[in-house]
């Protein structure tokens, strides 16, 4: 039932490894060429792994789980679009040269920050909802196999849908 809370504490984490990634561009930046050892960028790959866990794996959980089961599937593809939007809008600033290295890693860290913010005041009002007992909009999936009877088990009147042959004649 921590889903959301888990996801916003990820956005502060994922907005604390680009602060990390701008200030070592900064140090970078600075340096004089090939000073500053590749080692440096380990602590922002390791904090950007654990945001990841704990937004996108937590969201695709909270996704399935909210969702009824005619629209898990739906729900997980908005969950991907999502992804691709956003990496759209990096694309598009990346691109743009817009910023110095550092101040696009300052500005992708204030951009998730606010997008925390936002989440945050959202996610206070939903009320979260029980699909794991069969509720409202979830399908009853032993409907088949209601007469009590094991899966894989043929019922004697089945419909025929091939005409049957005559093995006696040559």
Known sequence: R????RMSVGMIVAALS?????F???A???APPKSVHIL???????VIT???VMISITGLEFAYSQAPASMKSVCQAAW???VAFGNAIILAVAESSFFERAAELFFFASLMGVTMIVFSIMSKKYKYIDNSSGSKGEEDLSAPFMDGGESGDMDDERV????KHDNSSP
């Open 2 to 5: 921590h889903h959301l809370k």
């Open 18 to 22: 680009f602060v990390i990634a701008g």
């Open 24 to 26: 070592l561009q900064l």
């Open 28 to 30: 970078i930046d600075s």
């Open 40 to 46: 440096w960028q380990v602590p922002q790959y390791i």
């Open 50 to 52: 654990a945001a990841e």
């Open 80 to 82: 991907v679009l999502t």
């Open 160 to 163: 025929e849908i091939l005409p």
